[in-house]
């Protein structure tokens, strides 16, 4: 039995700035839900000494 190889060529129009800012941004949108879970377990373990709380000298 013989094995084929796949080849894939893309084509992509755009510079290669453009497609990382579009990479990052999709990235960024994609794991939007677990980074905001990320950041209530870290807020939820922050002892309450570890609060800032703004100052009414303002």
Known sequence: M????LTY????PNTEEATANFLVKL???VNQ???EAAIR???E?????????P???T
């Open 27 to 29: 990235f960024t949108e």
């Open 45 to 53: 373990q922050r002892q309450p000494s570890e609060v800032l709380l």
């Open 9 to 12: 060529v893309f084509h992509n």
């Open 2 to 5: 013989r094995t084929r190889k």
């Open 33 to 35: 839900p677990k980074l």
């Open 55 to 57: 100052d009414d000298n």
């Open 41 to 43: 377990r870290l807020q």
